[in-house]
């Protein structure tokens, strides 16, 4: 089993940039594949990126590709995700997710969920 916690959420102008942290309590984090989503207000969770286990492949969606940039530190058990040029339509809260099972972008697929922390990008 695997605890999750995010930080480092928070409010940024548009074209901003915030660095998202998820830490993992659990002495087998590196066996995980790791992601991250989002929900906006009045919406469903949706996939941002994901990252498995062993560093590689990486998955993004298009909505973020080019501006986010998933990466782990296993010796910390940590996730990072830089969010870059960021947009109002970024707003939500993001979660950090994890699963022994394959890397994946959809939302079933995790077993394991941080409690998220708040993105706000304004205008």
């Known amino acids: 089993q695997v605890q999750l916690v995010e930080s480092g959420g928070g409010l940024v102008q548009a074209g901003g940039s915030l660095r998202l942290s998820c830490a993992a309590a659990?002495?087998?984090?590196?066996?995980?594949?790791v992601g991250w989503f989002r929900q906006a207000p009045g919406k469903e969770r949706e996939f941002v990126t994901a990252?498995?286990?062993?560093?590689?492949?990486?998955y993004y969606a298009d909505s973020v590709k080019g501006r986010f940039t998933i990466s782990r530190d296993n010796a910390r058990n940590t996730v990072h995700l830089q969010m870059n040029s960021l947009k109002p339509e970024d707003t939500a809260v993001y979660y950090c997710?994890?699963?022994?099972?394959?890397?994946?972008?959809?939302?079933?697929?995790?077993?394991?969920w941080g409690q998220g922390t708040q993105v706000t990008v304004s205008s």
């Open positions: 659990g002495r087998t984090f590196n066996a995980y594949a």
């Open positions: 997710a994890a699963t022994l099972a394959r890397v994946s972008t959809t939302v079933t697929a995790y077993d394991y």
């Open positions: 990252l498995s286990d062993n560093g590689g492949p990486t």
